[in-house]
C-alpha cells in the first residue's frame, strides 16, 4: 500500500489527474486496447475530473480508448434527475470529453431487473478485461461505493439498501421530501473493486480523519470497508494533510519521507 | 466555421466553443442540433449513445435563439400593405433579415380598405423558415379599427368601427386563416365580444393606436388582449391620475398570472431613452423589441416616391421631403437590440430575449421559437459580445454569415 499525502484539496486533485494521465498514456491505448477506468461520484473527485477535462481541453490527454464504468448508482431517480450519478458524471466530466458514449458505463437503476444490471454490469467488466485503474473516494464511515459498513468484502455487484442515516442526510436533494429520497441503490461490490489491477483512493477533510486511520493503520474490518484494501497489491491512498489528523506522527513521517518515489510515478517513463 | 449547408437527415452537429442563451443566463454550453432541432446530449450520450457528426468551433461566440420581429411594414421599396409589392417585398424582406438575425417575423398590413385586405391576406401565407427567407408567424393586422385621432400614419378615411360586432371585422378582413394579431383600439364598442372573438381563433390581440383610458385597457386585458402594440407611440401619454394604456405595465386590476407584453421601437427615436429605462425598470418581462420598419428600410440614402408621398432617406432617419416629419422606422432588429441593451443597461441576456422569447411568448410559440430550450427548432444567431450578428440560421442550417 503506497500513501500520498498532499497539502491540499487542490493538490490532491492535481496529483490525481496526473496519475490517471500517467497510466493511461502509458498504456498507449487504440481501437483494439483500450485503457478500462473505475470511476466515483461524489464531492471529493470533482477537482480531479476539472483536472483531467483540462489536460482533456489542452490536448494533452484523449479518452477516445478509455472504458470507464461506474461504481454505483440510485434505484429507480430518474437518469437525468440532477441527483443521480448519471447526472454527475455527465455534468462534470463525460460533457467536456472525448470519450465515446458507447464506453462510458453507469448501473442502470431503472432497470426493470435490476439483478440481471448488476450481473450484465460484472459480465461487462469481465469483457473489457477487466479494469486497469479503479478510482474510488470513501464517506466518513469508510465505506467504498455503496458499501456500507458490514458490507461483505467479498461482495460483487448487487442491490443494496441504503442506511437510515444516509436516505435522511439525502433528504435535502430531493427538497426535504423522503418519499422522494431512494432506499435502494446499485453498487460494485468490494471484491469488484479488489478486482482491479490497481485502486486509489481519494481521501480529503478533517471530517475523513478517523475513516483514514481506520483504513490504513488498524487491521481489515467489514465494518470499514475501506480498509479491505491493505490487502490488495497496488493500492494507492491519496490525502490531504486534514486528512491525516488521526493518523499516528510516525505513519505520516515514513508516507512523506516516500513522497520522491511517488513523485517519480507521475513522470514520463524512461 | 459554419457548414453552408445542412447535411443530411439524422446528421448530429455540436456547436462548441461557444455560451449559450439558456434560462435567462449566457452559460458555457454546446448547442447540440439534428434535423432542424435543438437536441439534449444527456439523451443523446446515455440514451442513444452517439457522438456528433460533426463538431463547430464557435470562436468564443455567443449564441442565442434567432430574433422574431412582430411588427415590421415593409422595406427595399416594398411596402407588405401595397398588394402590387406584397409578394415580392415578403421574399426581399424575408431574405434580407437575415443579417438583422431575424428568423421569423409577422408582417404587418396597416389600415387598408376591405377589398385590399381581402387581396393581400392570402397572399401571405405562414410558413417555416428556410433559406429562401426568414419564417412567416402570421400577419399582424395593425387597423383599420383604431382611433382617428392616434391613427399616426394611417390613412384617416379607412378608420373603422366595429359596431356590429365580430361581423364587422370579418367583413373587412375576409378569412382571418393567415393572421397571427390584430391591433384595436379597446375604447370602441363591442370591443370585449370582438376580443373573445379573436382569442377564440387563436389571434393574439393588441391594444393600441388608442385614446383609451386605463380601465378600458384592462377591461380588454380581462377580455383576452395580450400584447400593447408599440408603448408610448400612439396612445395616450402616461398621466398620473390617469396613466392611460401606459398604466398596464403596473395595474393590479388584471387577472392573476396573466402577463401583458408590450412592443419598444427602442431605435434611438420613436422612443426616448428614458422611456425605454421606465419600462424596463417597471416590467421587464412584458418587453418586446419591434422595428416597425417601413418600406423604406435597407435603401441606401436617397430619394424615394412612395405612393403619394416623397420619403427621404437618410441615415437611420427617413423624413417626409421638404420637412421635418419622420416618415417611420429604418430600424433593424438587432440595432434595436444593442440599443436597447446599451441604454437601459439589463445586460445582453434580456436584450436578446426581449427579441426572441419575449415575442415567442407573447405569441404562444414558446414551444418551439424563441428559446435554446431542447426540442425546439435550431432557429439561432451567432453574436460577438458586442451583440453585433456573425451568423443566422434556420433550422439548423446556415442562412446568413457576416463578412
Redesign the interface.
Known amino acids: 500500500m503506497r500513501l500520498v499525502i498532499q497539502d491540499t484539496y487542490d493538490d490532491v486533485s492535481l496529483w490525481a489527474a496526473k496519475y490517471v494521465k500517467r497510466r493511461i498514456i502509458d498504456f498507449s491505448p487504440g481501437p483494439d486496447n483500450f485503457f478500462t477506468l473505475g470511476l466515483p461520484t461524489g464531492s471529493t473527485p470533482i477537482g480531479m475530473y476539472k483536472k483531467l477535462v483540462e489536460f482533456y481541453k489542452d490536448g494533452s490527454l484523449s479518452f477516445k480508448y478509455v472504458k470507464t464504468f461506474n461504481m454505483d448508482e440510485y434505484v429507480a431517480i430518474p ?2 434527475h440532477p441527483e443521480s450519478y ?2 454527475f458524471m ?1 455534468n462534470n466530466f ?2 467536456h470529453i472525448d470519450i ?3 464506453n ?1 458505463h ?1 448501473l442502470d437503476g431503472n432497470a426493470k431487473d435490476l439483478i440481471g444490471e448488476c450481473n450484465a454490469f460484472e459480465e461487462k467488466i469481465k469483457n473489457a478485461g477487466g479494469i486497469r485503474l479503479f478510482i474510488g473516494g470513501i464517506g466518513p464511515d469508510g465505506h467504498i461505493a455503496f458499501n456500507e459498513p458490514g458490507s461483505s468484502l467479498v461482495s460483487r455487484t448487487r442491490v443494496k439498501s441504503l442506511a437510515q442515516e444516509t436516505i435522511l442526510a439525502n433528504a435535502r436533494f430531493f427538497d426535504n421530501d423522503l418519499s422522494q429520497v431512494p432506499t435502494q441503490a446499485l453498487t460494485v461490490g468490494v471484491g469488484t473493486v479488489m478486482d482491479a489491477d490497481e485502486v486509489m483512493i481519494l481521501i480529503t477533510g478533517a471530517h475523513k480523519a478517523f475513516a483514514l486511520h481506520k483504513a490504513i493503520e488498524e487491521g481489515v474490518n467489514h465494518m470499514w470497508t475501506v480498509s479491505a484494501f491493505q490487502q490488495h497489491p497496488r493500492t494507492i491512498f491519496l490525502c490531504d494533510e486534514p486528512a491525516t489528523n488521526e493518523l499516528r506522527v510516525r505513519t505520516v513521517k515514513y508516507f512523506k519521507g516516500l513522497m520522491e518515489l511517488h513523485n517519480k510515478m507521475l513522470e514520463e517513463a524512461v | 466555421m459554419a457548414p453552408s449547408s445542412a447535411k443530411g437527415h439524422g446528421y448530429l452537429y455540436q456547436y462548441t466553443n461557444c455560451r449559450i442563451l439558456r434560462d435567462g443566463k449566457i452559460i458555457r454550453e ?1 448547442l447540440w442540433v439534428r434535423d432542424g432541432r435543438i437536441m439534449n ?6 440514451v ?4 456528433a457528426d460533426q463538431r463547430i468551433d464557435c470562436d468564443d461566440l455567443i449564441i442565442a435563439p434567432g430574433l422574431i420581429d412582430v411588427q415590421i411594414n415593409g422595406g427595399y421599396g416594398y411596402d407588405f400593405s401595397t398588394e402590387s409589392q406584397v409578394e415580392e417585398g415578403i421574399k426581399r424582406v424575408s431574405q434580407g433579415v437575415f443579417a438583422c438575425g431575424v428568423t421569423s417575423f409577422c408582417p404587418t398590413v396597416i389600415t387598408s380598405p376591405p377589398h385590399v385586405y381581402k387581396k393581400i391576406l392570402p397572399k401571405i401565407k405562414k410558413r417555416n423558415g428556410s433559406k429562401e427567407g426568414a419564417g412567416i408567424l402570421g400577419v399582424h393586422v395593425e387597423g383599420p379599427f383604431i382611433d382617428q385621432e392616434k391613427r399616426g400614419a394611417h390613412p384617416q378615411q379607412l378608420i373603422r368601427d366595429y359596431d356590429n360586432g365580430f361581423q364587422d371585422v370579418l367583413d373587412v378582413y375576409g378569412d382571418l386563416s393567415n393572421v397571427a394579431m390584430i391591433t384595436l383600439a379597446p375604447e370602441k364598442q363591442n370591443t370585449p365580444e370582438v376580443i373573445q372573438e379573436f382569442c377564440k381563433r387563436g389571434i393574439v390581440v393588441s391594444v393600441g393606436h388608442s385614446n383609451a383610458n386605463l380601465i378600458q385597457g384592462e377591461e380588454a386585458v380581462r377580455s383576452g388582449a395580450r400584447f400593447i402594440t408599440h408603448l408610448f407611440n400612439a396612445m395616450l401619454p402616461f398621466h398620473h391620475r390617469d396613466p392611460h394604456l401606459v398604466g398596464l405595465l403596473t395595474s393590479d386590476q388584471l387577472p392573476q398570472n396573466r402577463k401583458v407584453y408590450y412592443g419598444l421601437i427602442s431605435d434611438g427615436i420613436h422612443t426616448h431613452p428614458a422611456a425605454l429605462r421606465i419600462a424596463h425598470r417597471v416590467h421587464p418581462e412584458g418587453i418586446v423589441l419591434v422595428t416597425d420598419a417601413i418600406q423604406a428600410t435597407f435603401l441606401p440614402d436617397g430619394t424615394y416616391p412612395f405612393g403619394e408621398q416623397t420619403v427621404v432617406v437618410k441615415g437611420k432617419h427617413s423624413y417626409l421631403k421638404d420637412t421635418n416629419t419622420l416618415a417611420g422606422s429604418l430600424a433593424s432588429l438587432d440595432d434595436c437590440v444593442r440599443l436597447f441593451a446599451k441604454e437601459t443597461g439589463c445586460g445582453p441576456e434580456l436584450a436578446l430575449e426581449a427579441a426572441s422569447l419575449h415575442p415567442a411568448q407573447m405569441l404562444g410559440i414558446a414551444d418551439k421559437k424563441g428559446t435554446l430550450n431542447f426540442d425546439s427548432d435550431a432557429d439561432f444567431i451567432m453574436l460577438d459580445n458586442d451583440l453585433n450578428v456573425k451568423s443566422t440560421f434556420i433550422s439548423g442550417e446556415c442562412v446568413y454569415k457576416a463578412k
Do not use: G, M, T
Open positions: 437518469r437525468d448519471h447526472s455527465w463525460f460533457k465515446d458514449p458507447q462510458a453507469i | 454546446d446530449p444527456e439523451v443523446l450520450f446515455f442513444e449513445k452517439v457522438n
